[in-house]
Every structure is written in C-alpha cells, then in structure tokens.
C-alpha cells in the first residue's frame, strides 16, 4: 500500500506504519489540536474556501481533493531542506532532510484552493500527512497567484523550535546526507529529483533545488565504476 495515498492518510494506516520511529509520532489528538489552533488564526481577508501553499511533494502529489490549482509565489521565504529524517526517505541509522521553507527570498509553487464544502475532511487528511511528527509551524501567509491576485493561504514552515530543525542546509551539507539516505517511501534523492521535474512542469525553476539535484547527479555518477 502507498502509505501516503487517500485511505492511507484516511484510515490510520499511514500513522500506524510509522509506530516505533525514532521520533514519536503526534497522536490523532495532537494533530486535531494543531489544525483546530491554525484554523482559529484564519485571517479575517482569508475567504470560506481554504488556499493551500505547496512548495514540495504537494506539486506532483497532493492527494487532495481541490477545485483550483494555480502556480502561486510566495515571497520572503525560501526552499530549504532543514528538517532531520528518520522515516519515509530515511532512517535512524542514516537520517535524511525533509524540506521546508524558511525566512528570506521568494518560493516559487502551486496554490491549490480546498472548496468551503470539502475543506474539513481535506485539511484533515493533509494535517495527517503533514504534521506527523510536528515539525512545521502551519501559517497563513499571502501568495501571489500567476493571474495576478493575491490570497491567504496555509503554508507549513519550518519551526526552528523542533529537535529536527537543522540550521546548515547549505548544499554542501545536505547533498551528502540526501544522497546517502533511504527508506520505506524511497530515496531522498529521489523526492529532489521529483522535484526538481515537477518544477519543471509548472514552468518553474528553483536555483537550490537545481544546484542540489546537480550536485546528487555528480554524486552518484562518480560512484559508479
């Protein structure tokens, strides 16, 4: 089963499969509990369909049910893989980067837009997937869609704050760490080079994810008899 498929994040099994990590996932109260908190932040410009910002793996898999999908800018933060990883594309024994976005410059992805009617239940399945483990900060921020507009929409940022935030996501640093790590969901490297493609398709380009991809390339060619 894909674990980060519909009825995995639906059913439970997408929580169950990560009993025993190395980080402690949050309980389905915890989870309820950080969406209930955001959605009482909501701004009061914020309209009654719910705006989701995906920077990452929400561009080429959402499992959402949405009714709009826009590429979208969001300005003053940037991609950075700064969160540890010890499930999905890694391992306690080899830990991974997850990305995140941080404070400074612009980011380039897809607003996609939850209607009023849906938004509970598909909140419910991307908080699921989301904040397993509690290492974003959910915020709403403006972006700026590609006709011109702008809306509030919900973002998870990295929370320095976290035992899994990590301050050097230089690429230095972290292209031998992805490059090492694996897990259940597949490589680390494999999600930069979804990336990296997804971007693509969208017409989109990220200078750190193309260096980081880059120098995973250079990487695993030099590895290779």
């Known amino acids: 089963m ?4 519909r009825s995995a994040l639906r059913s439970g099994a997408y929580l169950a499969s990560l009993e ?34 995906g920077y990452g793996s929400l561009i080429w898999y959402p499992a959402l049910v949405f009714d709009r999908r826009q590429v979208a800018t969001l300005e003053g933060w940037h991609r950075s893989f700064c969160l540890r ?4 594309r ?3 024994a080899v830990p991974g980067r997850m990305l995140a976005v941080e404070p400074g410059g612009l980011t380039q992805g897809v607003g996609l837009r939850l209607s009023a009617r849906l938004a509970d239940e598909e ?10 483990f509690g290492s974003y900060r959910p915020a709403w921020t403006s972006i700026k869609l590609d006709d011109g507009s702008y809306v509030d929409a919900i973002t998870f940022v990295a ?17 031998p760490i992805i490059g090492a790590a694996s897990g259940p969901f597949g490589s680390n490297a494999e999600y930069v080079f979804n990336l990296r493609t997804a971007l693509a398709r969208s017409g ?16 695993a060619n030099a590895s290779v008899p």
């Open 123 to 132: 909140l419910r399945v991307l908080w699921t997937r989301e904040m397993i």
């Open 159 to 175: 929370d320095p704050l976290r035992a899994q935030y990590q301050s050097d996501a230089t690429i230095s640093v972290v292209s």
């Open 90 to 92: 890694g391992t306690s």
């Open 2 to 5: 894909n674990m980060l498929s």
């Open 85 to 88: 990883m010890t499930s999905g």
């Open 204 to 219: 989109l380009f990220d200078a750190y994810i193309e260096s980081l991809a880059a120098e995973l390339d250079l990487r």
């Open 20 to 53: 025993g990590s190395e980080e402690p996932a949050w309980t389905r109260e915890q989870i309820e509990q950080s969406l209930k908190d955001t959605l009482r932040q909501r701004p009061a410009s914020a309209s009654k369909d719910v705006w989701v910002f």
